[in-house]
């Protein structure tokens, strides 16, 4: 924990600074004479004092915890990063396929890589899913949901 | 208080029809409170333009049902997957969830659903009783009390940041500066948009913290997913808390009702900032602090007792002087309006039988709230035994098309994801995710007031010593700090002097 600790101060402390050095930027208020690099300033300083106490408070106290690293050969890393990346297809496809479709795709493979077996059971809880998403959202709040090419019938 | 003109409309909130209704918005609330994505706000404004052909007494216990309902319904979700079905129900998830992966998900239904009650009630009482003298105070309220207020509910950070203080203040500040995203509140100028005008009103409230917390919870529950663990085996089925939880919470509760209710009705402070400060306030009391967290029934308790309360709150400005306490109060203004009523110290004097009509209807929500949320406790604790592998994908699949649902922006559904991740990182190397969550909530007051304050007074920070209740919750906040600091120190002590007493058992057994 204590090198993750060193590296979350040294970021903590990076960021501030892009902050820091960002709103100067931002345009002078001549009238109000407090402008919009006010509050972000203030933030700034308030995480560089608290990223510099991480690094000392890390530096004087020897941590005996261990932190989760994160191995890419490690199966569920691996598997959370994949359903990750198969949110953002199901989210890109939806715009075109519609909810319904994409929906069940996504659900039925993110149920197949948490090692669900049976396609049958897959497929009837995305389907209910996918329906009952549609009528609670569009037929009772009437939030009207990406459609795709199932418009004409919705 | 004219007692019988009371029973009167006590008596016509009680006919059939109404009763319908009232129930009807309840179970309404309730399921939109409970999906992700959904506010009290939005359920309120869609049900407006039902009102249009009711009478005036059924259209306001309808939208007063729903209002109830919500506050109550945002917990369920909380509780079972992680994600506050409103705002309101941020802070419940601290405890409600871990209590939930303990299999006492009923435990802490029931719970939220009494304590949500019962502050509904402290809130109906003081706004029947009271609402004048209540609204005289929270008119004294100027910018440098609102920046108190917002300082005070910061100032629990450090006491909902767990163990490492340090990592949770460094969440509260990269929370506070995640809200200077977005258009300037004073000047209007755009910053760190990098031209998504999405952005412009900074990161939208609803997806970020789905994707805070149950995007990054999914992706930990499907890192740690193995087959020996897809079910949570629920240990306690019940309706209503046992009597030893209802005289465990009884104070706790008691004093959530209450400050929900006084927060409620200061115009602009909603049942998010009564609920954490409660939290805040029960965790600071309570014997075992260092226990809050990890599922203590106490923080369900005092969270949705204050949320609730502020329903009552709300409605104390907006019917004594026509000012909304929130935004749902915002709306029902408009209720209001439809029906040809102006609310405000007129109300009380030509129209006082209509005053009296929704301090019964909120009266009478509360009562329908818990009969309907008491049907419902052992089935939504069923949700929890579900099996992972197909709860998970349900539960991502609403987060998201929750997160879609706020603007029908595919854009927030990538911000959401993004979160996520952020969330999951955060929460792997230890720091904690609720003081961006409540820094989310009070950043935006606290820079705007405190930028109008700097301005009025010229820059001289001195006004905020100068307002009595602003001073008055400036020191709250440093009483906090400094007692959630010993607090700390002491549990540090406690915990320490077990673990030296646990090595000299051994050492001697050996």
Known sequence: MKKVNYFCGVLGLLFSAYIWISSAAFPVDKVMKIGPDFFPRLMAVGMIISSLALLINTHLHNSTAAAETISFRDPGIRRAIIIFIGALVYAFAMTYLGFIPSTIIFMMFMMYKLQLKSYGRMFIVSLLTALAVVGAFQGFLDIQLPMGFLENFF | ?510
């Not at chain 2, 029973?7 to 209704?21: E, K, S």
């Not at chain 2, 969270?303 to 709300?314: P, T």
């Not at chain 2, 911000?415 to 230890?430: D, K, P, S």
């Open chain 2, 1 to 510: 208080m004219d007692f019988g003109l009371y029973l009167t409309c006590l008596i016509n909130v009680l006919q059939p029809h109404t009763l319908l209704v009232i129930c009807l918005g309840a179970i309404g609330g309730i399921l939109v409170g409970a999906l992700p994505g959904l506010t009290a706000t939005m359920g309120v404004a869609l049900l407006v333009p039902f009102s249009f052909g009711m009478s005036m007494d059924v259209s306001i216990g309808m939208l007063l049902g729903l209002y109830c309902g919500a506050m109550y319904g945002g917990s369920i979700a909380s509780i079972l997957i992680r994600t506050p079905g409103t705002p309101a129900a941020a802070a419940t998830l601290l405890d409600g969830y871990p209590m939930g992966q303990k299999g006492e998900a009923s435990r802490a239904l029931s719970m939220s659903l009494w304590a949500s009650f019962i502050g509904g009630l402290i809130g109906c009482g003081i706004m029947t009783f009271l609402s004048p003298q209540v609204s005289v105070f929270a008119l004294k309220f100027s910018p440098a009390e609102y920046f108190a207020l917002a300082v005070f509910g910061l100032s629990i950070i450090v006491s909902i940041s767990g163990n490492n203080v340090i990592k949770g203040l460094m969440s509260g500040f990269f929370g506070l500066i995640l809200c200077t995203v977005g258009s300037d509140p004073i000047s209007g100028f755009p910053r760190y948009i990098f031209g998504q005008m999405e952005l412009y009103e900074g990161p939208p409230f609803i997806p970020t913290l789905i994707g805070l917390f149950a995007v990054s919870e999914i992706l930990s529950g499907v890192e740690k997913f193995s087959i020996g663990s897809t079910k949570i085996t629920e240990k306690v089925t019940q309706i209503l808390p046992t009597p030893a939880d209802m005289k465990r919470c009884m104070v706790t509760i008691c004093k959530g009702g209450l400050i929900g209710t006084f927060i409620g009705a200061i115009p602009g402070a909603g049942g998010d900032i009564a609920a954490f400060v409660s939290y805040g306030e029960a965790k600071r009391s309570s014997k075992t602090p260092e226990k809050f967290g990890t599922g203590m029934i106490e923080g369900v308790a005092a969270a949705e007792s204050a949320n609730n309360g502020c329903s009552g709150g709300a409605m104390i400005p907006l019917l004594s002087l026509g000012v909304p306490g929130d935004s749902v109060t915002a709306i029902l203004l408009g209720a209001f309006i439809i029906h040809g009523l102006q609310p405000g110290p007129l109300l009380y004097k030509d129209h006082i039988d209509v005053v009296y009509m929704v301090f019964a209807s909120l009266l009478i929500s509360n009562i329908a709230m818990f009969i309907i949320g008491a049907c419902g406790v052992k089935f939504f604790a069923k949700i929890i035994g579900m099996d992972k592998r197909m709860l998970l994908p349900i539960i991502l699949v609403l987060s998201l098309i929750g997160s879609y649902s706020m603007r029908n922006s595919f854009f927030d559904v990538f911000l959401t994801l993004a979160f996520g991740v952020i969330g999951y990182l955060f929460q792997r190397y230890g720091f904690p995710l609720p003081p961006i969550l409540l820094a989310l909530i009070l950043g935006p007051m606290a820079e705007s007031n405190l930028r109008r304050e700097l301005v009025i007074s010229q820059g001289s920070p001195a006004i905020f010593l100068q307002q009595p209740i602003a001073l008055f919750l400036m020191g709250l906040a440093v009483i906090s700090l400094l007692m959630a600091y010993v607090s700390q120190r002491k549990v540090a002590k406690r915990v320490a002097a077990a673990a030296s007493e646990t090595e000299t058992n051994t050492t001697d057994k050996k």
